[in-house]
């Protein structure tokens, strides 16, 4: 029983910035659990490295280069996926950066930049794979949120807006496709040890240890911790959760 309900055999998974840190760890999940996973990435090398490792592991896999705030190359993404794999069932928009200045520092150029590579981006890819669920039948779309989707950041005003902004835009589509039997949902990561966090632990003094007090758990997260959520949102285990926000926080979203 547990192994249909998360099995994903047959199924195609796009997964933007999964060619390192999070989108990496969920793209070795869904390609464990039986999932052909394309890789979605500007940096093409490093997209290629992440689909030969998966390969290497026995999944089908390919990389795309892609940039996600460009609605062309979103549409290339969405076609070279439906061309290669004739499907797409599972899409997960992770690809993110963040700029740290606080508010009264942040220029607009700066604003944009991060808006449009955390949030647009979500709606052009998730507009974009929609007719090809829509023909499959359904599909299941997951958001990479933040603690900063629950928590004020005055050090990264436009990332914080861009993450609490996924989480409403997560509960807009689930409502506006769950007739379509496509279930939306955002995963909120508490601190996790990535490129993105090694930069912040380099820039703001005592972070490393701040976070371990912080955590219940008395650990920064593994990218390996994103394998089972994102293969729990895949597959038809989830079929009944919709529009959620769920953290994968070793409990620091719940620490008074
Ligand atoms: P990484 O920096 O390791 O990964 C970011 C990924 O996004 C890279 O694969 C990068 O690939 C891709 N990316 C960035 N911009 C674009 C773009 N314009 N087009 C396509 N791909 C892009 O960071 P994380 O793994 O830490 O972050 C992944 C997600 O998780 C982000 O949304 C982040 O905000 C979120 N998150 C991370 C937390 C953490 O503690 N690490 C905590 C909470 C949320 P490439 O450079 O090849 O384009």
Known sequence: MAGLLF??????AVVTGGNGGIGLGMARGLAAAGAAVVIAGRNE??????????????A??????ADVT???AVAA???????????????????????????????IAEWDSVIRTNLTSAFLCSQAVYPAMKAAGGGKIINIGSMMSIFGAGFAPAYAASKGGIVQFTRSCAVAWA?????????????IDTDLTKRARQEIAGLHDK????????RWG??????GIAVFLSSSASDFVTGTAIPVDGGFSVMG
């Open 7 to 12: 099995d994903l055999a047959g199924k195609v």
């Open 45 to 58: 090398a490093k997209s290629n490295a992440a689909a030969a490792d998966l390969r290497q592991s026995g």
């Open 60 to 65: 089908k896999a390919i990389s795309v280069v």
């Open 70 to 72: 460009d609605k062309s």
């Open 77 to 107: 993404m969405v076609e070279r996926t439906v061309r290669e794999f004739g499907r797409i069932d599972i899409l997960v928009n992770n690809a993110g950066i963040n700029i740290r200045k606080p508010p009264h520092s942040l220029d």
């Open 179 to 191: 007739g379509d039997n496509i279930q939306v949902n955002a995963v909120l990561p508490g601190w």
């Open 211 to 218: 976070v371990l007090a912080r955590t219940p758990a008395a």
């Open 222 to 227: 593994e990218i390996a911790d994103f394998a």
